[in-house]
């Protein structure tokens, strides 16, 4: 198939900037003293759980549910909040207010404090604080599909690290196909040793037991569909409604792209010495052929890999009436309240958005100190 491999994943997006055809295995990353791989929460709150930082400017509460903002004459005043007893409290800011709660809970949050649409709000008979069109809107995710082969003998655990080592990015649509010199792949597609049988079974398709199963997993790094978080009820406790929308973007890429993805992955597994190890097909299976039918079951099987952002995107709201925050990360119209998660991007990195994230929480930490005149130290326990 003409695939370059790749030695360092990183090393590449560091040199070119961006990733366009290869193959090849990712870097699994982990403390090599505690084996175990990071996350925010190792990296920032634990060490001041431990006593290793001192943080007297550090409050937290666990088990604890903001359910609204309040908000006086344009300007955010305070947090209410529900503890796992039924207790309401009151928190006021001495400065101003971050919202982290991601793509989903932000906006939620926003909409049940009568910031966000107007109409949407009007017809859950919440006040509407500022018509901020936005809020909710523009929700995007890499959306994932699943093709899957018996093993015709199991895989030694001890030769992988994990079950998804292997991976490759390819290009569907030729090299600048808009005119903008784009060269970056269009389909990103993880090697898994797991059935992901709960994604095909629901399906009606044939459960393969692990360690004897084989999996590749067609996503698509940057779709071209759009969804929305939207809430049913001024109820805080009922949960909001997630509308992905995926494969209904209007030229039809993100579908053409998935089935392309699922047609890759069959040649991929027709090369040795992957071939030498499958015994058969399992799902779609060997009578699925057309794009139709592969369209169809793409659409079936498909699933989430849980990168959710968008729904408060930065942007300048004279030249977008959709934009929530701007590039200072404050909320369009409403004095001293920011936001700092996923929710502020407004497209979805091609990889995962992990470290992006981090990135506007580092980014925000830094506004917000030189605003107060003093410079922010940024974190290394990464």
Avoid at 171 to 179: H, L, T
Avoid at 337 to 357: E, H, K, Q, S, Y
């Amino acid at each position: 198939m003409d695939i370059p491999v790749i030695q360092d994943f990183n090393t590449e997006i560091l040199d070119k900037g961006q990733l366009s055809q290869a193959v090849g295995f990712f870097n699994i990353s982990y403390n090599p003293d505690t084996h175990q791989r990071s996350s925010a929460s190792v990296a920032y709150i634990h060490p001041i759980i431990r006593g290793e930082e001192r943080r007297p400017n550090l409050t937290i509460l666990t088990e604890a549910r903001v359910f609204k903002i309040g908000v006086d004459k344009g300007t955010a005043t305070s947090l209410s909040i529900t503890l796992k007893s039924g207790d309401r409290h009151t928190i006021l800011p001495r400065k101003e207010i971050v919202l982290c709660g991601g793509a989903i809970d932000t906006p939620r949050l926003m909409l049940l404090s009568g910031l966000g649409p107007k109409r949407q709000l009007e017809e859950l008979g919440i006040e509407v604080i500022k018509d901020i069109p936005g809020v909710g809107e523009n929700l995007q995710d890499h959306d994932e599909g699943i093709i899957t082969w018996e093993l015709n003998r199991p895989v030694d655990s001890v030769k992988t690290t994990m079950n998804s080592d292997a991976g490759l990015f390819l290009r569907r649509e030729p090299i600048d196909a808009a005119g903008d010199g784009d060269v970056a792949a269009d389909l990103m597609m993880h090697c898994y040793q797991a059935p992901y049988s709960q994604h095909t079974a629901r399906a009606g398709f044939e459960d393969v037991p692990h360690p004897c199963v084989f999996s590749m997993t067609p996503n698509i790094p940057r779709p071209r569909s759009r969804g929305r978080v939207f809430i049913t009820s001024a109820d805080p406790k009922v949960q909001p409604c997630l509308d992905f929308r995926y494969f209904t973007d209007p030229e039809g890429y993100d579908d053409k792209t998935m089935t392309w993805g699922v047609k890759q992955a069959r040649k991929i597994a027709e090369q040795s010495p992957i071939k030498d190890w499958l015994k058969r097909e399992v799902a779609p299976g060997p009578a699925v052929q057309t794009d139709e039918e592969i369209s169809k079951y793409v659409c079936s099987v498909h699933h989430t890999v849980y990168h959710p952002c968008g729904t408060t995107k930065m942007g300048d709201p004279i030249k977008d009436k959709m934009v929530v925050v701007d590039p200072l990360l404050k909320v369009h119209g409403i004095n001293r309240l920011r936001i700092a998660d996923a929710g502020v991007f407004p497209d979805i990195p091609t990889i995962n958005p992990m470290f992006t994230v981090l990135a506007v929480g580092e980014r925000s930490a830094q506004l917000i100190a030189s605003e107060e005149g003093w410079q922010a130290k940024l974190s290394a326990n990464l």
